[in-house]
Every structure is written in C-alpha cells, then in structure tokens.
C-alpha cells in the first residue's frame, strides 16, 4: 500500500511498463479480499455519514490520487478514522493503469475492511474488463496469459465476483438514506 498511496508525490510509470509488484503479491491481495468479501452481505447497510462517495475510477490512478490529495487520503495519516469510503465500482478498463488502481483499493480494503467499501459496477466483468483495457493491461504489464487459470486478471476477477451490489448510506439524525449503486453490474452475477 505504501508503494501506491502517495497522493503527493506519486510518479506514474511509463504506459504499458512492466507492473513493479509481483504476481503472487497480487494474488495473494486478491484472496485476502475475497476471505473479506465472501462475509459481508450482497447490500451494505447502514453506513453512517461522513462518508466520501467515488464514481468511475476506470484506470485513471492520478486522478485517483489527485481526489486523495485534495480531500485526503484514506490512510493512518489522513482521514479514515472519521470518514468511511464508497467506491461505486468501475475501477479498471479505460485508463492505462487499472492495476495500481485495483491493487490499492484491495490494499485499502484489507487494511480497513469496516471502512473500506468497494462496490461493483459493469466493468467488474471478466466478459467487458478482457476487451476493454484490464485484460490486454495484464497480458503486458505482468506478461501473463490471461485466458490461464492462474492469472492476476482471472483472479482479480474472481475477487470482483464477490463485491456487493449496492450500499445504504444512513443519518439516524435526520432520517435520510442515500442508496448507493452503479448504473450496471455486469453479466457474471
């Protein structure tokens, strides 16, 4: 995680350059979440406020880290410990770095699984995220062939099998609810 969360002074690597951690590091990532995810229900309910809510990530990690910059970054450092965090899924595909993306949001995850929600969206799909930049990412970056079971992109999508769909976002105070759920959710639910 530290290797990624550097909201600051972040440098992105060439695009399509060879991805610096290992493959059994991301794997092993992956089955930690699962291990998580497999427990939590298929709709998170009540989280309470304050809560940052993010949209379509899909690859863009400097703007991922530029959010974390401006409104601070969900670490011991910075605001987990009084904000909760709703990703609202489509985290790969589009842009050129969909694993620094998906690996620090799983580092996240597993570092602050109570604070740390990660929905899925329609690119969470082995279907849509092998055509749309995450398959052809891995294939170059990890050197892997990603139609082998024992790929990073077969596993991380095995990971994406087990996001929840949705989220309820709840102020007892007020009794207001903000119902948290991407616009499509793939074909493999």
Known sequence: MKALLKPKDFKLPPLLSKFPIKREDIIELATECINILAVQPIVIRDIKPPVKVFGSIHGNFADLMRFFDIWKAPNDHGDIHGFDYVFMGNYVDRGGYSLETICLLMALKLKYPKQIFLLRGNHEDKNVNRYLGFGEECAKRLEEDITQ????????????????????????????????????IGTTV
């Open 149 to 184: 079971p024992g790929s990073v992109f077969n596993k991380i999508n095995e990971m994406f099998d087990y996001l929840p769909l949705a989220a309820i976002i709840s102020d007892k105070s007020t009794q207001n609810k903000v119902f948290c759920v991407h616009g499509g």
